[in-house]
């Protein structure tokens, strides 16, 4: 498995719902195909667990396609707690929780640039964090990557170095 991403959010803010919308929205303007089938996987017990998307996106400089699996899970949901607060230099008064998670982010790139900057746009508080960095990136990194000419290795370089 390769490595994978998450947005994090405000815990007490947080709603599958509104992430599903944002995650609608943020497709459409980073000219993302947004396929959702519906698919939602319950505990034991019938209690929603997560749904799964995909997004897709045909780079405009060739014929390329990138594909990535998006995950939206409950608030209950044992995926959604997050301790790495120190390591990547947060405040442990926040109480952030792991949503929106991307099982791959290799080869997928370009399509995760845009459809994060996107995204977070619409939720300039969350961020976004790629689980083998010691860094997140925040709207202002991603405005200021956004800003310069795109790199294709920019998920893997510190946004403040």
Excluded at 130 to 135: E, K, L, S, T
Aim: hydrophobic share 35%; charged share 25%; glycine share 4%.
């Amino acid at each position: 498995m390769g490595t994978s991403a998450v947005i994090l959010t405000q815990k007490d803010k947080y709603s599958p719902d509104q992430l599903l919308a944002d995650t609608i929205v943020a497709a459409f303007h980073s000219d993302a195909a947004l396929y959702f089938y519906n698919n939602k996987t319950y505990t034991n017990e019938g209690e929603f667990l997560y749904t799964t998307l995909n997004i897709n996106r045909k780079s405009p400089t060739d014929d390329n396609e990138a594909s990535l699996i998006f995950h939206i899970h409950s608030i209950s949901s044992p995926s959604t707690e997050f301790y790495a607060h120190e390591d990547l230099g947060l405040d442990l008064s926040e109480t952030l929780c792991q949503v929106g998670h991307i099982e791959d982010i290799y080869g997928n790139q370009e399509l995760i640039f845009h459809f994060i900057y996107e995204y977070l746009k619409l939720n300039p508080d969350d961020y976004f964090w790629i689980a083998d960095n010691d860094w997140l990136y925040t709207r202002e990194d991603m405005q200021k990557l956004k800003s310069a000419l795109y790199d294709p290795d920019w998920c893997y370089q510190n946004p403040r170095d």
